[in-house]
């Protein structure tokens, strides 16, 4: 069982940044891909970013320039860089781990807003 706890969220003007880290609790073994998912009131949750166990990434074309996925293993951290925010990036972002013991089961964290002001 893998535990994600995310934090850095918050409000920031357009064209600020933040950073946004995930951490997670039991064996990053038992984790394959992580990644950031993003979802706004009325909307469904899309991919924001993601890291493969080897450290490929791929990022939505909305994104793509701005920001910036990392993992570290060792302490067990997904990181989220995101600069040159703006409006349409206000959502609730979410950090996912999939398992890399049983196919198809995801782990989730609750969830940090960010907000950006116009």
């Known amino acids: 069982q893998v535990q994600l706890v995310e934090s850095g969220g918050g409000l920031v003007q357009a064209g600020g940044s933040l950073r946004l880290s995930c951490v997670a609790s039991?064996?990053?073994?038992?984790?394959?891909?992580m990644g950031w998912y993003r979802q706004a009131p009325g909307k469904q949750r899309e991919l924001v970013a993601r890291?493969?166990?080897?450290?490929?990434?791929n990022y939505a074309d909305s994104v793509k320039g701005r920001f910036t996925i990392s993992r570290d293993n060792a302490k067990k951290t997904l990181s989220l860089q995101m600069n040159s925010l703006k409006p349409e990036d206000s959502a609730v972002y979410y950090c996912?781990?999939?398992?890399?013991?049983?196919?198809?089961?995801?782990?989730w964290g609750q969830g940090t807003q960010v907000t950006v002001s116009s």
């Open positions: 039991g064996s990053m073994l038992s984790v394959s891909g």
């Open positions: 890291i493969s166990r080897g450290g490929s990434t």
């Open positions: 996912n781990a999939e398992s890399a013991l049983i196919v198809g089961v995801d782990y």
